[in-house]
Each structure stands twice: as C-alpha cells, then as structure tokens.
Nanobody, 115 residues
Framework: QVQLVESGGGLVQAGGSLRLSCAASGSMFSIVRMGWYRQAPGKERELVAVITSGGSANTADSVKGRFTISRDNAKNTVYLHMNSLKPEDTAVYYC?????????WGQGLQVTVFA
C-alpha cells in the first residue's frame, strides 16, 4: 500500500499562487509516476499534471504555462506550483501515485480561487 498526505490547499485571489505538496510513504516500489488530478463541482476528475520517476512531466493544456509539477525523489514528495490562478481552477485537488494497474489517491485538497 501507498499512503499519500497532501498539504497546501486553501483560498486565494485570482492571479495569486499556491503550492500543493504530496508526501508518499509505504511500498513505493514500482511506482511509475505521481501527480495531481482535480475535480470541480459537477465535473469529472481530470488530470492536471503528472511526473515520472525519471522526471518526465505531462501538464494539461488548461494549466500549461501557469502550473508546474516537480518532485523530490529523496523525500518521495511531489509538488504542484500554481501561478496566475483563475476562478475556474477552483476544485478539489487529488494527489495520485500509479503502479501498473493500481492507482493510489490522497484525501483531496480544496483550492478555491475568488475573483
């Protein structure tokens, strides 16, 4: 099992910044990537950004240029740096760790961006 502990969500004005952190623990073997998804009210969960253990990142078009994902392998921690936040970024953000055939999820962080 893998446990994911998220931190850093909150309330921010449009144009502001937040950094989300996700610390992983447990059986980290064969974890091929970690990242962030989000789910807004009434919408499906969507990928925001993911990063492999080798450092290759994939970022959704909707946040490209504003959000950056990074990781500290020594700490088993992944970060989501969110800049130029918009009200449409409001959602619950979930940390994800993927092993082939298995997804692990954090408890979710509320991020609310007000105009």
């Amino acid at each position: 099992q893998v446990q994911l502990v998220e931190s850093g969500g909150g309330l921010v004005q449009a144009g502001g910044s937040l950094r989300l952190s996700c610390a992983a623990s447990g059986s980290m073997f064969s974890i091929v990537r970690m990242g962030w998804y989000r789910q807004a009210p009434g919408k499906e969960r969507e990928l925001v950004a993911v990063i492999t253990s080798g450092g290759s990142a994939n970022t959704a078009d909707s946040v490209k240029g504003r959000f950056t994902i990074s990781r500290d392998n020594a700490k088993n921690t992944v970060y989501l740096h969110m800049n130029s936040l918009k009200p449409e970024d409001t959602a619950v953000y979930y940390c994800n760790a993927r092993r082939v055939g298995v997804d692990f999820w954090g408890q979710g962080l509320q991020v609310t961006v007000f105009a």
